[in-house]
């Protein structure tokens, strides 16, 4: 896509519900059908790299490093497939990019390629101990990254109580 002189919006998508849930509300509220959009769309997936995943160096393990591309290759290609169709369904025009590495550091840096205005990425909504072991990409990324920064969580489903006649 041509550089429309407009801002950039990135949206980071990964396999979640909830960063689903993030480039759908994006959608929702900056891209409504039948408008003049105001930004130019990137939707990205990070993907991990095979030797970072498995933390393999030693003898043997090349042996799985190919098998292990191949998959994340596919995830990846899924994953930015079902957002791109997402987009394409309310008639956005948008932008792929499949990232290599960290979601945290690929996304900042993607905003400093693309020059970005806005990033916006989901919240899978941790606690403070998974955050601290699983590390947060939306809150190093609301901290490193070089433009706003849109953090969307996706509202708690309220529990039914069940009622007994």
């Not at 990409?137 to 953090?151: F, G, K, L, N, Q």
Request: aromatic letters at 6%; proline letters at 3%.
């Amino acid at each position: 896509m041509a550089n429309t002189g407009k801002p950039v919006m990135i949206v980071g998508v990964d396999e979640s519900e909830q960063s689903f849930h993030a480039l759908e509300w994006t959608l929702d509220h900056f891209f409504s059908n039948g408008q003049e959009h105001q930004f130019r769309l990137i939707v990205t997936h990070a993907k991990p790299s095979p030797s970072g995943l498995l933390g393999a160096h030693g003898q043997g393990s090349g042996d799985f490093l190919p098998v292990v591309e191949r998959d994340l290759n596919k995830l990846a290609k899924k994953t930015i497939g079902s957002a791109m169709e997402i987009c394409e369904q309310r008639s956005v025009r948008v932008t792929s990019e499949i990232l290599e590495g960290d979601a945290r550091h690929a996304l900042c840096e993607t905003v400093d390629k693309h020059r970005a205005a806005i990033l916006v990425v989901g919240s899978h909504n941790y606690g403070k101990v998974k955050r601290a072991f699983l590390g947060s990409v939306s809150d190093y990324c609301a901290h490193h990254a070089h433009c706003t920064v849109m953090i969307v969580k996706k509202p708690k489903q309220k529990k039914t109580q069940k009622t007994t006649s």
